[in-house]
């Protein structure tokens, strides 16, 4: 069962330019959401996260923003820099920090 | 800080065989985390450990798959036997406790390829 869905498997931008990561979910339950970035032979970091009581939040050049009743999140990097460039995974937590991913964006930002 | 330790790196094993991975996670960090990683998917979940007490291994196959936590600190994760389509990256992680919205901390992964 995939619960969490990155449709788009693949994003590129231009430096200095906005990147916008998109994730669905379809468990009403998720009560926090999570981006990670990962790059190539590394474990994913943590990026940003927001609860689900909240609309948005917003750490320097990254913003999430949840839509609930469309069971949306989005994250957005501006501006874009080439360091940047990743595999960005969304993930949503139940109560008992059980986190579930979606299958990841790959974000390549060109100079 | 040091991060999540894990070993080894990179292993290639004929089906059948047995496999262990290990994995130290951060100083203090009570929850310890196993995932499966298969190419072009996101991590999945295996067990998820709280101190030395399993609080979820509803997708760890338990006919091949186990994993314990000795004195609630370091971990080891074995695959007996393998199957071709167990390759995959495992990844640990810790957290300072299973609270949602917890920041997890991965380690490198192990990449295990089945022949």
């Known amino acids: 069962d995939q619960q969490v869905k990155q449709n788009s498997p693949s994003l590129s931008v231009q430096e200095g330019r906005i990147s916008i990561l998109n994730c669905d979910y379809t468990?009403?339950?998720?009560?926090?959401f999570l981006w990670y970035k990962k790059y190539p032979a590394e474990g994913p970091t943590f990026l940003i996260s927001?609860?689900?009581?909240?609309d948005k939040n917003e750490d320097g050049r990254f913003t999430v923003f949840l839509n609930k009743s469309a069971k949306h999140l989005s994250l957005h990097i501006v501006p874009s820099q080439p360091g940047d460039s990743a595999v960005y995974f969304c993930?949503?937590?139940?109560?008992?920090?059980?986190?579930?991913f979606g299958a990841g964006t790959r974000l390549t930002v060109k100079p | 800080e040091a991060g999540v330790a894990q070993s080894p790196r990179y292993k290639i094993i004929e089906k059948r065989q047995s496999v262990a991975f290990w994995c130290n996670p951060i100083?203090?960090?009570?929850?310890l985390y196993w995932y499966q990683q298969i190419l072009g998917q996101g991590p999945k979940l295996l067990i998820q450990?709280?101190?030395?007490?399993?609080?979820?291994d509803s997708q760890l196959p338990k006919d091949r798959f186990s994993a314990e936590r000795l004195k609630g600190v370091d971990s080891t994760l074995k695959i007996q036997p393998a199957k071709l389509e167990d390759s995959a990256v495992y990844l640990c992680?810790?957290?300072?406790?299973?609270?949602?919205?917890?920041?997890?901390?991965f380690g490198p992964g192990t990449r295990l390829t089945v022949t």
């Open positions: 927001i609860s689900s009581i909240k």
């Open positions: 993930a949503a937590t139940l109560l008992r920090g059980d986190m579930r």
């Open positions: 992680a810790s957290s300072l406790e299973f609270t949602a919205g917890g920041e997890q901390y």
């Open positions: 468990n009403s339950m998720f009560d926090y």
């Open positions: 100083s203090g960090h009570a929850t």
């Open positions: 450990f709280q101190n030395n007490g399993v609080v979820d």
